[in-house]
């Protein structure tokens, strides 16, 4: 397994190109089962979850092909195409390795009647069950059943209904599999409480672009008209606003002055309001967000939320770079039960760090020192990363597979704006 290496001390400046959002392309990729039209997705990332999930798509019957574009670019432009459904089955083997498949269920669901998809497990931030995925499925007329690690959904003969659903939880991935099967149902499906990140809105304008009928994108409450069918389409993935966030904090631990070229102001105003209390400038400029820190670095309180609160998927970057306020500051994870793993392994560097339960406590240190440390989950392998570029000395990150799921081509980024960083093959 590879390993990432860093020197740390070297202050990041120039320019990061942002990649397409992953939790994006995730949501937008199986949109191609929805119509037997080509879908063109533009600036979709190269990351390993991508690459699964179009694996995934061929398991349908449907083709993918990678319009040419140089290998050192960013981004892919991907054709997908299921002219014809050749299987409604989502297998254990393949789900157990990305739970994003779970959102193969509507679609399959909307455009041929059934659909039978692996119950995906937990993972290490969380158990992360999908009831509210069925139960708005169900509300839309699904008939649904549980049996032997998977589940079944069948649509009533003469299609599904449509039907009104309030989430008692916010959730994006219900959200999601909930608006891929109204737009091709008989009637009007009403969502209340749904999820409002800007992936959700992504993945609505997206379904309007392929014909869909949605009233009040971007508010918790949506109205879904169902249509006959829905038609290819090219469309181009938003930016990804956490591998913004993420070197927002990178570029701020090491007192840097980094453009974040491709960033959107509003998608992270939560994150930048969080980085300005802390002490650090974000200006928006013409291609992106121009980060800089130059002066003390100051502690703050910070609660996750769903969206516009502060996304839960920035928690373990802001806090390594808490860890070097002067001050003490309090976060709180209000989404998920299990996401402090980070915390371990920050204090391997000599983070000061409490956790109670959702609550953990983070007294500011004046050094961290370069350590081996393990990856654990996505977001908190980038913690180690951004601990590791303001620590002294070196810093061997492993089980950096979490990494590649998330962040395109993070070592090349980093190190063209000045990090001393490089991944080396395992023994
Ligand atoms: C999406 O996960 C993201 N993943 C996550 O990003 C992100 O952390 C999360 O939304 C919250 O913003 C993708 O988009 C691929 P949820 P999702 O359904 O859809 C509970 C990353 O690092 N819940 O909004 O699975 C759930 O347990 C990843 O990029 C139920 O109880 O999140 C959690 O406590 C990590 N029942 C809360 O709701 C359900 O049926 C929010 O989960 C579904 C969810």
Redesign the pocket.
């Known amino acids: 397994m590879d390993k990432i290496i860093i020197r740390g001390g070297k202050r990041l400046s120039g320019t990061i190109p942002i990649s397409g959002a ?3 392309a ?2 937008l990729i199986p949109c191609a089962l929805l119509t037997e039209e080509p879908l063109t997705l533009r600036n979709l990332p190269r990351l390993a ?1 991508i690459d699964g999930f179009q694996h995934l798509m061929t398991q349908f019957g449907a083709s993918t092909t990678v319009a040419g574009k140089r290998p050192e670019d960013f981004g892919r432009v991907v054709t997908m195409e299921a002219p014809r459904l050749t299987s409604t089955v989502a297998p254990y083997d393949l789900v157990r390795k990305m ?2 498949s ?2 193969v269920l509507g679609p399959l669901l909307a455009r041929a009647g059934e659909a039978t998809v692996s119950l995906p497990g937990g ?1 290490a ?11 708005v499925l169900e509300a839309l007329g699904a008939e649904i059943e549980l049996a032997q690690g998977y589940v079944r959904a069948a649509a009533p003969d003469g299609g599904l209904p449509g039907g009104d659903f309030t989430f008692p ?8 599999n909930a608006l891929m099967t109204a737009v091709l149902a008989n009637g009007t499906s009403r969502l209340f409480n749904a ?1 409002r ?1 800007p ?1 959700i809105v992504d993945l609505c304008n997206l379904l309007v672009a392929m014909g869909a009928e949605i009233e009040d994108i971007g508010s918790g409450d949506l109205t879904i008209h169902g249509v006959k069918r829905l038609f290819g389409t090219t469309y181009k993935v938003m930016p990804d606003r ?1 591998e913004a966030g993420s070197y927002a904090c990178a570029a701020a631990i090491t007192g840097g002055d980094v453009l974040l070229e491709g960033a959107k102001e509003k998608e992270m105003a939560a994150t930048l309001h969080a980085l300005r209390n802390i002490g650090v400038i974000c200006e928006v400029e013409k291609t992106g967000i121009r980060i800089t820190a130059d002066g003390p670095l100051k502690p703050v309180n910070l609660s996750t939320a ?2 516009p609160g502060l ?3 920035m928690q373990a970057q802001l806090m390594a770079l808490l860890c070097r306020a002067e001050g003490t500051s309090v976060l709180t994870e209000t ?3 299990n996401r402090y793993m980070h915390v371990p392994e920050l204090a391997r560097m000599g983070a000061h760090i409490e956790t109670s339960g959702r609550t953990a406590i983070v007294h500011g240190v004046d050094r961290m020192t370069g350590a081996e440390v393990m990856a654990t ?3 908190a392998s980038m913690s180690l990363i951004i601990a590791g570029l303001a620590a002294e000395g070196e810093t061997q990150v492993r089980r950096i597979y979490h990494l590649d ?2 962040y395109e081509r993070l070592e090349e980024k980093l190190a063209q704006a000045g990090a001393d960083i490089e991944r080396i093959g395992d023994e």
Not at 169 to 176: I, K, L, M, P, Q
């Open positions: 992953k939790n994006a995730l949501t979850d739970r994003a779970i959102l993972c931030i969380g158990n992360r069950p999908i009831d509210l995925h069925l139960k939880v916010v959730s994006v991935g219900a959200t999601e999820a990140e992936e956490i769903p969206y996304a839960t998927d989404i998920f039960e989950d996505l977001r799921r998330g």
